[in-house]
């Protein structure tokens, strides 16, 4: 009998146990494995194609088998330890901001400190719009470019807005933060006034009249013929001041007074015509105009 090699002793010795462990494999996982193995053959390559079968479905098992979530680590004394996942942490809500009112910038005002003209312009020239009188508020909404005249409205619901002079008027803030305005030019000059009867004095001997400068120059003389029509007594006078003050402003009030007459006038008609000039004697630009009454 001829001696086996013992190469070939062992090497079926490794293909019986393959096939060993192929066909516990087998049987373990008949339930998911999806195909089945076909001998064809002799037994030696049976045996061979058995062995590959089995380390390729060994592979296949390796390779698809779920990798295990390790939620465990190892102690010092080879002891597992569950591993404790750190809570995340929680954000801290971010504060609202906090709305600031802006502050209302204070308006500048003013109190008159006595009885002023308020007019479309910052000179006498202008027409009058409003007398402010002592005591009086008024808001400061600009100046001129010299400072010397305020543009205000009027508190009782700003429908008055007009130019005073800083002189007649007690400032309250920052004036120097007002805005310079820019005052509309200046009107043709016009002088004109309204005359009308004042009253009788001395025992009727002497005649007065009030003159109303309407105009935009001021009144600076005048001259004035006083006619009794009862008698037909004439009396004239002329200055370079008027009885309430040296000149009549634009907008104010002045008045004249006749000389006396040599008997009372009481009762008779009045003839009055008056010359009223920009400028001292009668000079510059004149105006004339007369009226009628009776005296009383």
């Known amino acids: 009998m001829d001696k086996v ?26 339930c998911i494995l999806p195909f089945k193995i076909v001998w064809t053959g002799n037994d ?19 390779a698809e088998a779920p990798i295990p979530l390790d939620d465990t680590k ?4 080879g002891e597992s330890e569950p591993v404790v996942e750190s809570p995340s942490e929680t954000p801290s809500p971010t504060p609202s901001p906090t709305i600031t009112d ?16 308020c007019r479309s312009g910052p000179k006498d020239v202008f027409a009058l719009i409003h007398i402010f009188l002592k005591g009086d508020k008024v808001d400061l909404l600009g100046k001129n470019q010299e400072g010397t005249f305020w543009f205000v409205q009027d508190q009782a619901g700003g429908s008055i807005q ?17 805005p310079v305005f820019t005052p509309p030019p200046e009107p043709p000059p016009v002088l004109n006034f309204v005359l009308s009867y004042n009253d009788t ?3 009727g001997t002497k005649v007065s009249v009030k003159v ?10 005048y001259s004035a013929t006083f006619i009794d029509n009862v008698t ?23 008045v004249v007074i006749s000389g006396p007459f040599s008997a009372s006038t009481v009762g008779h008609q009045m003839k009055v015509t008056l010359k009223a000039c920009s400028k001292d004697g009668q000079t510059g630009k004149c105006v004339t105009s007369a009226i009628n009454f009776k005296s009383k």
């Open 5 to 30: 090699p013992g190469s070939y002793i062992e090497k079926k010795r490794f293909l019986l146990i393959i096939v060993f462990l192929t066909i516990i494999l087998m049987i373990s996982l008949a």
């Open 44 to 62: 030696e390559e049976n045996q061979e194609k058995t062995a590959q079968a089995g380390t390729a479905i060994a592979e296949r098992l390796t």
């Open 74 to 77: 190892s102690s010092d004394n």
């Open 102 to 117: 802006t502050p209302t910038p204070e308006q500048e005002t003013a109190s008159i400190s006595g009885s002023t003209n």
């Open 162 to 178: 007009c130019w005073i002079w800083n002189e007649y008027a007690s400032t309250e803030g920052m004036t120097e933060n007002l």
């Open 201 to 203: 004095r001395t025992g």
């Open 212 to 221: 109303v400068n309407i105009g935009n120059l001021a009144l600076q003389s």
């Open 232 to 254: 037909a007594e004439t009396v004239i006078v002329s200055g370079n001041s008027f009885r309430s003050a040296a000149k009549i402003s634009v907008g104010n009030t002045g």
